[in-house]
C-alpha cells in the first residue's frame, strides 16, 4: 500500500489523556482515534491488524470444530426477560426502542440470542454435539471507559456457544477450546497464562481466563515460580501447614487499647507480631451475620466465603449491622462471647495462634492471651483467606508469585442456566427431556490488539510480531525526488508484493527523519530503506525487533527477506 | 466441513410468510432465521457466502485505491447535529442514550462520523484525494421491513467515501469507483445495470444506482433496447417530439360531464383518444400553487416539477388547496381562466393537442375544443412527464424498456454538503482555506446477498455461482452406514479439501432422499454422489446448474474437477 493514498496520522507527542503504552502508541502511530469515551475507530492499520487475529482465531475456531455465523446486535428485550437478564444486567446493557416502542437491547453478549436460534431448530441429541461462534461488535456501557480500546464501550469480540447432550460431551468440547485459544493467543506472540477463575453469577462450573501477563492488567494473577498452575488471585486455594508454637498457654486478659482499630495499630501497640493478632471480619452472608477470622497478616477472601456457605450475596457489614450483631462498634469486635445469632467461622490459620489478640466486642478493649479453641466457639475451620506471594503453590509444586493480567478470553461451562430459563431442550436417548447443556467461549478481539501492544513495544513506538503485524516489509526511498531511489524503491514495492509480501511504501514527500520516526511507530518487522547507493543496487535493511541494520544488494535482497520473514 | 457438526437448518415447507424467493430459499435452504422483525441471523452457510462477497468488495476496493478502516456504531447526537440531520432523518434513524443520558445514533450511515475523522486529522490539499471505506452493520430502523434481508433493519453495508481537493479529483474516483462496482456485481454473477438516479435531498450532482434485474425490485428501470443507457424511471428525460395534428381549430365549449373525473371516464364519456385530454395536476411548490399539464396518456413526473422550479418541496395540492386556489373540486380542474396566484405549465405533449379537453374548473363540467396557447396562459413548456416504454431513449439510440430492480449499491457525488457544515477545511495550493469536495459509494452487502439467490435459482433451490459458493463441491454417501461408502466418501472429502477446494460433507444419517433434496437447496455447484459403485471406485458427479450428471472413476475425478471449477 502506498503511504500517500492511505491514513496514517502519526503524532509526534504522546496524547495527554492516554495513559497506558497501548493507548499512547495507537494514538501517535496512527492506528485508531478516539469518537466519545470508549468509542474507536480502527484506521487503516489497526484494521488491518484486527483482521489478522480474526482470521487465527477463525482458524483455530474451526479447527476446533466450531461453525461461524453472524448475530444480529439488536436484540429483542422478550428474549433478556426470559433468561431475567433484562432485569439483572444493570447499566451496562445498552437499551433503546424501535419506531413501534418496543424494547431491545444492544448485544453485550449473545447467550439469549444463540439459545432461542438452538432451541427452535434442535430437538434430539443426535443434532448434537454443536459449537457455533462469531466474530462481532459488542457494545458494553462500561461505568469506567480507560485504556483506549482495552477497556471500550464498543469493542470486537469471538463469542462462541456449544451445546451438548451430556456432560462429558461439554467437558471434550472445553478442552478442545482451551487448546484452541492456548493456540490463538500463542500465534498471536503473547505472554499469557490460562488461569481458574471464579464462575461468579453466571452459575457455571469450570471457568478459565486467558490472561495476557502486563503491569497494567486489573487482575492479579496468582502462579506458581515452577509449575503451569495459575489461578485468579480469588481462586486460589491455600495448601499451607501452619506450625503452632509450643508456647504456654496464657490466661485471657481484657485489655484498655483507645483507639487501636486496624490490625497494624494494634500490634505496635501491643508490640507483637501481626501474625499473633485474629482479624475479625463481619459478614452479611444472605441475611444471616458471619463472623470470619483470619490471622492479622492475611485478608479475607469473600469469595471463599460465599462458597463455604453456598451463598448467593456475601457482604461486609455496615457498621449499623456490626453494633446489631456483636453489639460493638468496628473496629474492636472479636469472637469470643458472641450470640447465637452469630456464626464464626475461621481461617485454617487461625489455629496456629497461641496466645493470640483480638477484638473483646466492646468499644476500646482488646483481649490478650487469647487460644481460639478455648476462648471461643468456631463452627468451622476452612481455607478462607487471599493465597499470597510466598505461599505454596496449590499444585504442590513451587511457590506462588503474583504477577498482573489483561483478560482477553475466557472458556465457561455456563451448565443448564440459559437452556433452563429459557427452555432450550432436547430428547435424549430414551425419549425423555432433557435441558441442552452449554459452554461459551470468548475472546476481546480488539482487547487483544491492544494487548499485543503492550507486550510488544519498546521506546520508538511498537514492535510487530510478524503473525499480526499490519504489513511485513516497509519500503522506504530516503529522497522520492530523486530518481534512482524512487525507481528502486517502486521496483521493489512491486517485487516484494508479487512475491506475496504484505508491503506499506512510503512513497511521501517527507524529510526521511520524519519518514524513519513514523516508521518506528508503525513497528512493521523488516524496514528496506533506498538511499543514496541505490544506483549500486545496494538498500539498506532494519530489523524493527533488534534493531539490527545492514546493506544488501538487490540481488541477494529476495533470498535475505526469505530467511528473516520465513516464506 | 462435517455436515454433522455445523448448523443447516433445512425445511421441507415454503414458510409462510416469506412472500419473495431469496427470502424463501433463504429459510428453507438453513441460510437465515429472522430474530424479529428486519432483523436476522446469518447461519453458517450464509456466512459463508456474506464473507465471500465481503472479499470481492475489497479487493475491488483497494484495487480503486481505497483504504479499510472500521468506525463505531455508536455515535454521538453531536455529530448529527452538526449536519443538521439529527433532525431531518427522521424515525429511520434508531437513538438511544447511554448511562450518562448523552444520546447517540446508531450508524444508518457514516458521512458526519468521517467527515469529523478526515477534518481533525487533513489540513492540507497535499494529503488529497483520500478513498477510505469499511464494511460494517448499519441500522436503519425502516418503516416496513420486508422480503428478508433485502430490506432489514439490520444490515451490512459497504460505504467508502473520498476526499478531494477539486471537482477534476472526484471525477476521476467516481469512475474509478463506479469501474470498480461493475466488476464487483460481475463477480457476483449478477444481471444488472448502472442506472442514472435522483440526487434527492442529498444536495449532490451526478449519482448512479447499481440495480440488479429482477421483479420483485422496488425501483423501475427504464432502459434502452440496443445501448448502455438506464435511469431510475423518475430520472429519465424525454427526449420526444409530437406531431401536431393539422386538423383546423373549433371553438372552446364548455359541456356538462356529471361524475366524469379521471381521464379513462372522460376519453370514453366523450368517445374522444386519452392523447386529445388534458392532464390537471395541481401542486403546492414551495407553498405556491403550479398547475401542471401532461397528455391525458401521460403521467406527471414530480422530481421534473421539482427540478424545473429548484424546489425543496413538492407536494400534490389536497383537496382544501385546489378549492382555494382554483374554486373547484380536484376532478373538474384546468388551466383556462385560472387566477394569477397559480402558475401554469405544460409538459411539452400538450403543445401538440389540438381541441382538447380539460376540466372546467367548476364542477361536473369540462371543456372540449381546447387549443392550448389560444385558451390558456403557459408560463412554461418543459419535460415534465414520465418516460414510458416504447419512447424513444434519451441517449437516441434504440426505443426505452421498463425493468424492475433490487438497488445493491450507489454512487454519489457528495460535494461540500457534509465538508461546509461540518466545518471540513484544507488549504489549497495557494493557502486558501476550502472546504473538502465528497463523494460517498455504498454497497448493500447482505442485500447483494439475497439479490445472487433471487437471480440464481430454481424449483429446488438455489445455484449458486461459483464465485460466491458457500462451498464448491458437497460430497454424499448414500448409504453412510456402508463402510466403502463412507471410506471413499471422507477420502474424496480430505482429498478434495486438500487440493484447495472447499468442501460440504454430508455425514449424516439421514436418508439419500432428504440428503439430496437439501443438496438440491443448499444448491453447490458440483455434488459428488458415493453410492453403490464405491466399491468399483466410481462416483456420480452432478453439475447444479446445468443437472447434468455423470459417472466418473476416482482417478479421473480430480482432472474432472479441475475442469468444471476452474482451479
Redesign the interface.
Known amino acids: 500500500?502506498k503511504q500517500s493514498?492511505?491514513?496514517i496520522?502519526t503524532l509526534r507527542e504522546v496524547p495527554a489523556d492516554a495513559e497506558v503504552k497501548s493507548h499512547q502508541l495507537m494514538l501517535r502511530a496512527g492506528f485508531t482515534?478516539q469518537?466519545?469515551s470508549g468509542?474507536?475507530?480502527?484506521?487503516?492499520l489497526?484494521?488491518?491488524v484486527?483482521k489478522k487475529i480474526e482470521q487465527i482465531v477463525r482458524e483455530e475456531m474451526n479447527n476446533a470444530?466450531a461453525?461461524?455465523?453472524?448475530?444480529?446486535?439488536?436484540?429483542?428485550a422478550e428474549l433478556w426477560q426470559e433468561s431475567g437478564r433484562w432485569y439483572s444486567y444493570g447499566?451496562?446493557l445498552?437499551?433503546?426502542k424501535?419506531?413501534h416502542n418496543?424494547e431491545f437491547a444492544?448485544g453485550a453478549t449473545h447467550e439469549e440470542?444463540i439459545t432461542?436460534?438452538?432451541r427452535?431448530?434442535?430437538k434430539s441429541y443426535?443434532r448434537l454435539p454443536?459449537?457455533?461462534y462469531q466474530i462481532q461488535?459488542k457494545?458494553r456501557?462500561e461505568?469506567r471507559p480507560r485504556f483506549g480500546v482495552l477497556r471500550g464501550?464498543?469493542f470486537i469480540m469471538k463469542d462462541a456457544y456449544s451445546f451438548h447432550a451430556t456432560h462429558e460431551s461439554l467437558d471434550e468440547v472445553y478442552v478442545k477450546m482451551f487448546t484452541a485459544y492456548q493456540n490463538i493467543f500463542s500465534r498471536c506472540g503473547l505472554d499469557f497464562r490460562a488461569v481458574i477463575a471464579d464462575s461468579g453469577a453466571m452459575g457455571g462450573t469450570d471457568t478459565h481466563e486467558f490472561m495476557v501477563l502486563s503491569d497494567i492488567g486489573e487482575d492479579t494473577i496468582a502462579y506458581s515460580d515452577t509449575s503451569q498452575y495459575a489461578a485468579n488471585i480469588e481462586m486460589a486455594p491455600v495448601n499451607a501447614t501452619y506450625e503452632k508454637s509450643t508456647e504456654e498457654q496464657k490466661e485471657l486478659v481484657k485489655i484498655e487499647t483507645p483507639d487501636q482499630k486496624t490490625i497494624e495499630e494494634i500490634s505496635t501497640f501491643l508490640n507483637v507480631s501481626k501474625e499473633s493478632c485474629i482479624k475479625s471480619v463481619l459478614f452479611n452472608v444472605d441475611d444471616k451475620f458471619v463472623l470470619v477470622l483470619v490471622r492479622g497478616d492475611h485478608e479475607v477472601n469473600d469469595i471463599k466465603v460465599k462458597n463455604l456457605f453456598g451463598a448467593s450475596v456475601v457482604d461486609l457489614a455496615t457498621a449499623e449491622e456490626t453494633i446489631k450483631a456483636l453489639n460493638c462498634v468496628p473496629g474492636f469486635i472479636g469472637p469470643i462471647n458472641v450470640s447465637e445469632d452469630v456464626e464464626v467461622v475461621a481461617d485454617h490459620a487461625i489455629s496456629s495462634v497461641v496466645n493470640g489478640v483480638c477484638g473483646a466486642n466492646q468499644a476500646q478493649y482488646h483481649f490478650q492471651g487469647v487460644n481460639i479453641e478455648r476462648d471461643a466457639k468456631i463452627t468451622r475451620f476452612a481455607d478462607l483467606r487471599f493465597i499470597q506471594e510466598g505461599d505454596k503453590s496449590p499444585d504442590g509444586e513451587g511457590t506462588i508469585r503474583f504477577a498482573k493480567g489483561i483478560e482477553v478470553g475466557h472458556v465457561f461451562k455456563l451448565g443448564t442456566r440459559y437452556s433452563e430459563s429459557m427452555n432450550a431442550t432436547f430428547l435424549d436417548e430414551n425419549g425423555r427431556t432433557q435441558p441442552m447443556i452449554m459452554g461459551c467461549y470468548g475472546i476481546g478481539v480488539s482487547r487483544t490488539l491492544a494487548a499485543i501492544i503492550e507486550q510488544h513495544h519498546d521506546e520508538n513506538g511498537i514492535v510487530w510480531p510478524g503473525s499480526v503485524a499490519p504489513f511485513q516489509i516497509h519500503v522506504i526511498p530516503v529522497n522520492i525526488k530523486n530518481d534512482s531511489q524512487k525507481d528502486l524503491a517502486e521496483k521493489l514495492y512491486t517485487q516484494f508484493t508479487q512475491n506475496g509480501y504484505e508491503v506499506l511504501f512510503d512513497d511521501r514527500?517527507e524529510r526521511v527523519g520524519v519518514k524513519f520516526a513514523d516508521s518506528d511507530l508503525i513497528g512493521l518487522p523488516v524496514r528496506v530503506t533506498v538511499g543514496k547507493r541505490a544506483d549500486e543496487g545496494i538498500v539498506e535493511v532494519k530489523i524493527r525487533k533488534t534493531g539490527e541494520s545492514f546493506e544488501v544488494s538487490v540481488d541477494e535482497l529476495h533470498e535475505k527477506m526469505k530467511q528473516i520473514l520465513g516464506n
Request: proline share 7%.
Open positions: 500500500m493514498m492511505t491514513f496520522p482515534r469518537n466519545t468509542v474507536y475507530s480502527y484506521l487503516p489497526a484494521h488491518k484486527l470444530g461453525s461461524e455465523l453472524l448475530m444480529p446486535a439488536l436484540q429483542q447499566p451496562e445498552m437499551r433503546l424501535d419506531r418496543r444492544l440470542m432461542s436460534l438452538v427452535d431448530e434442535i443426535k454443536l459449537s457455533l461488535t457494545f456501557d461505568k464501550r464498543e514527500a
